[in-house]
């Protein structure tokens, strides 16, 4: 029975040849990334801003300015609308209540929901959260936090698994695939709340487990062709493990258009998170992270000798059959 292959085994696509353009491309999609971020702003979600937020459905999409008009008319501060992948479900935000009251939150979704019925009468209410700022603030550093720490530590993993040079690829291909997802939050809008640090924090676990696995297989390739220029090293080993990095970027993308697909719109900015994450993540674990490794001056040892043919040099922890 044959295993089904999306790319050969013994393919020879000269990936290095294009880092040039790649480096290019990367700086220009982070400038605007950080540009986007610090321009626009993320849409953060109640998690990080505090305040209220109510859902409504209506029978028909309903007209945001009158929706909006509706509620200003309360005198409850600045209204925020949002509509979601269903232009009939509405997300109404507002500033938090004076009283961190359950009952003065109540009286306010109870005085919103009957202004909106007045206006629109098919209108049903969904659901409602509260958070009030100083629990937000706490959630922006510990989100941030997290992120930070989960590079961090990624990056000193690489520096005592592998050499130095590894462990600054990795960073500035984690940091990279960051940034691409922070731009795209910016330019799109989407809301940007609790479930998309988890998506980030899990692009971050995918990306360092692809950027290991070919890390791995460069350094088994320069105790194995210890005479081989490093540029040729790091496209064998990059093709060596294409199949398996093709493979797995595919399996969880059909997964993730599916959840896209039939999840709904409370899952829909952590899945379109997940695909950005996925794609970039593989764009930078070739392009970025093992790129790098000939531009900060990793080289094999020459003086050595090439290891036998089809046979690594013994090293613990070092896999001497190919993925």
């Not at 797995?248 to 950005?276: D, K, N, P, R, Y």
């Amino acid at each position: 029975m044959r295993l089904l292959k999306l790319v050969p085994d013994n393919t020879n696509l000269p990936f290095v040849s294009l880092r040039a353009w790649a480096f290019g491309l990367t700086m220009l999609l982070s400038i605007a990334a950080i540009g986007l971020t610090v321009a626009r702003g993320l849409n953060l979600g109640v998690d990080f801003v505090g305040g209220l937020m109510i859902e409504e459905k209506f029978a028909q999409p309903p007209h945001l300015d009158t929706l909006r008009s509706t509620i200003d008319n309360l005198g409850l501060g600045e209204v925020r609308l949002q509509q979601f992948g269903d232009p009939k479900t509405v997300s109404i935000r507002l500033p938090p209540p004076k009283s961190t009251d359950k009952g003065a939150t109540d009286a306010v979704v109870q005085k919103v929901q009957a202004a909106i019925n007045a206006k629109f009468p098919d209108a049903k209410f969904s659901k409602q959260d509260a958070v009030s700022g100083k629990v937000s603030g706490e959630l922006i550093w510990k989100g941030a936090l997290a992120v930070v720490l989960a590079v961090f530590g990624i990056g000193l993993f690489a520096i005592f698994r592998f050499e130095w040079q590894f462990g600054v690829s990795t960073v500035v291909a984690i940091v990279h695939d960051v940034l691409m997802t922070l731009g795209f939050f910016a330019l799109t809008q989407l809301e940007f709340d609790l479930n998309i640090v988890a998506a980030v924090l899990t692009i971050i676990g995918y990306s360092i487990n692809d950027k290991i696995v070919i890390d791995d297989r460069i350094r088994e390739n320069m105790r194995r062709y210890r005479k081989m220029d490093m540029p040729q090293i790091v496209d064998l080993s990059v093709n060596e493990t294409l199949p398996r990095t093709v493979m797995t970027s595919l399996t969880i993308l059909l997964a993730l258009v599916a959840l896209l697909i039939f999840g709904g719109h409370v899952l829909q900015g952590f899945t379109a998170a997940m695909i950005l994450g996925i794609v970039v993540g593989t764009y930078s674990s070739i392009y970025v992270s093992s790129s790098l490794l000939i531009t900060l001056g990793l080289r094999p040892d020459p003086t050595k000798g090439d290891a036998p043919v089809g046979k690594a040099v013994p090293s613990e922890g070092i896999p001497t059959k190919k993925r």
